[in-house]
C-alpha cells in the first residue's frame, strides 16, 4: 500500500491570516493563491501491516518531535476515513522549499503528504474532497491540490465541510511570473501559527483587516480573468502591507520583516517608477516574492540580486496541481 505524489506550494496574493476555529483549521476570511512551478515537495508514503508506528523521514533524516506529531496526526485522518486505523506509515519526503522561512513549506508539504497518503490506503478522493482533508494538515496547503490560481472558502458551517480551495484559472490561462526573493532560510521567531493566534486575539487593526477582504478578493478575480497585471499587482502589494500591519498592533508587537526586507520592497517600488510593472508580496516570514511579466524577468532578476543582503533569487512560473509519480 504505497503511493508517491507530488504538490507544488502556492502564494497567497490575498491572504489568509487568521482561524475561526483552530482544531479544524478553519479561516476567518478567504484567500487566493498562485500555485508556483519553482517549490515543490514529494513525499511517498508506505502503510507497512508490521509497522507499529509511523517514520517519517524528511530530506533523509527522520523526523521526531513537534513535526513528526503533526504529520502523524494527520496520518489519523486518513486512518479514520479508510477504516484502517491499525495500519502505520513509513513517510518519506522531499522538500525543494526552504521550512519555516515564509516559503510556505507546509503547503506543499501537507498537500503532498495528503494525497499520497490518501491514495496509498485506497481512498478515492475528488479534487474537493482532498482539499477539504488537506486544509487540517495546513490551511495554505489546500490550495496546493490546484494548479494555477485558486480560492480557499472560508464557508460557515462548524464541521468544515464546506471549507476548501476551487480553482479560479488553470496555470494555462495566464503567463505571470513570480521570483521568490531569499533573504533567511533561518527558522522564524514567531511561527505562522502563534502570530495568527495572537493578532486575532490582540491586534485592534484586525477588524479593518477582516473587512477589507471581499472588495480585494472580488477585484483581485476581476483582474485575473481580464489579465489586468497592474490590478492584480497594486492589490496584491496593498493586501500584503494591510495583513502585515496587523501584526504590528499586535500584543506585543512583531514583524517578521529584516532591514533587507524593506530594501527589497523600495526596489521593487522603484522599479514600477522605472517603467517595469513589479509588485511584492511577503508572507509569514522575511523573504519576499515579487510577482512580473516574462519580458521583464531578466531586468528584474538582476535587479533583485544585486540587493545587498539578497542570498538568492529563484524564479517560478505559474505550477501544476497534484501529481502522482
Known amino acids: 500500500m504505497k503511493a508517491t505524489a507530488k504538490a507544488h506550494t502556492n502564494i497567497a496574493l490575498i491572504k489568509y491570516w487568521g482561524k475561526r476555529e483552530e482544531a479544524l483549521i478553519l479561516p476567518t476570511n478567504n484567500s487566493l493563491s498562485l500555485t508556483l512551478d519553482g517549490f515543490y515537495t514529494t513525499t511517498t508514503v ?28 494527520f496520518l489519523d485522518l486518513i486512518r479514520g476515513l479508510s477504516g484502517k486505523t491499525d495500519l502505520y506509515a513509513n513517510v518519506h519526503s522531499i522538500n525543494e522549499v526552504p521550512t519555516a522561512a515564509g516559503f510556505a513549506s507546509s503547503a506543499s508539504g501537507f498537500a503532498a503528504l495528503a494525497a499520497a497518503g490518501a491514495k496509498a490506503i485506497g481512498l478515492n478522493l475528488n479534487d474537493q474532497e482532498l482539499s477539504r482533508l488537506t486544509r487540517q494538515g495546513s490551511g495554505s496547503a489546500c490550495r496546493s491540490i490546484y494548479g494555477g490560481f485558486a480560492e480557499w472558502e472560508m464557508g460557515v458551517r462548524l464541521d468544515g465541510s464546506d471549507s476548501y480551495a476551487v480553482p479560479i484559472a488553470p496555470k494555462e490561462h495566464w503567463d505571470i511570473r513570480v521570483a521568490a526573493v531569499v533573504l533567511s532560510s533561518t527558522m522564524k521567531k514567531v511561527s505562522s501559527r ?17 473587512d477589507s477582504i471581499p472588495n480585494d478578493l472580488n477585484g483581485i478575480k476581476a483582474g485575473i480573468q481580464e489579465k489586468d497585471f497592474e490590478k492584480v499587482g497594486a492589490i496584491a502589494e496593498a493586501n500584503c502591507l494591510k495583513m502585515h500591519a496587523t501584526t504590528l498592533g499586535a500584543n506585543p508587537p512583531f514583524t517578521y520583516w ?30 519576499v516574492k515579487v510577482l512580473y511579466l516574462p519580458e521583464d524577468e531578466a531586468k528584474v532578476e538582476n535587479t533583485l540580486r544585486n540587493i545587498a543582503g539578497v542570498s538568492d533569487v529563484r524564479l517560478s512560473r505559474a505550477g501544476s496541481g497534484i501529481t502522482y509519480l
Open 258 to 287: 529584516h532591514d533587507t526586507t524593506l530594501r527589497v520592497m523600495h526596489t521593487v517600488q522603484k522599479m514600477r517608477e522605472n517603467g517595469i510593472p513589479a509588485y511584492f508580496t511577503i508572507d509569514a516570514g522575511p523573504n
Open 46 to 73: 508506505d502503510f507497512r501491516d508490521e509497522l507499529s508506528q509511523d517514520v517519517f523521514m524528511l530530506d533523509d533524516q527522520e523526523v521526531t518531535g513537534e513535526a513528526y506529531q503533526r504529520v502523524t496526526k
Open 194 to 210: 502563534a502570530g495568527m493566534k495572537r493578532t486575532v486575539e490582540t491586534s485592534p487593526f484586525y477588524t479593518g483587516w477582516i
